[in-house]
């Protein structure tokens, strides 16, 4: 056999095999789940802001404020590399 027949006849296939394999692999799920989880949280806090910013009272306005206040605290302590 030729370089060429032997390269298509076992490397080729092998090479094929680990990229689908690679592309099965479940890496990166984490990453997918806790931006899930955080989207959630903020639907969470954003519904909860609105309903205390309805309600008629000091109290309610005065947490959604706190809350408003502790959020874009958090936002602008957040650095990127």
Do not use: D, H
Not at 7 to 32: F, H, K, N
Not at 39 to 60: D, E, R
């Amino acid at each position: 056999m030729s370089e060429l027949t032997k390269y298509v006849a076992v490397a080729w296939p092998m090479a094929i095999r680990g990229r689908l394999a690679s592309l099965r692999c479940e890496r990166g799920q984490g990453t997918v789940e806790y931006v899930g989880l955080i989207l959630l949280v903020s639907l969470l806090m954003v519904g909860m802001v609105a309903a205390m910013k309805t309600f008629n009272g000091a109290q309610g306005t005065e947490i959604a404020g706190v809350i408003i206040a502790k959020i874009k605290q958090a936002v602008n302590a957040v650095t990127f590399r």
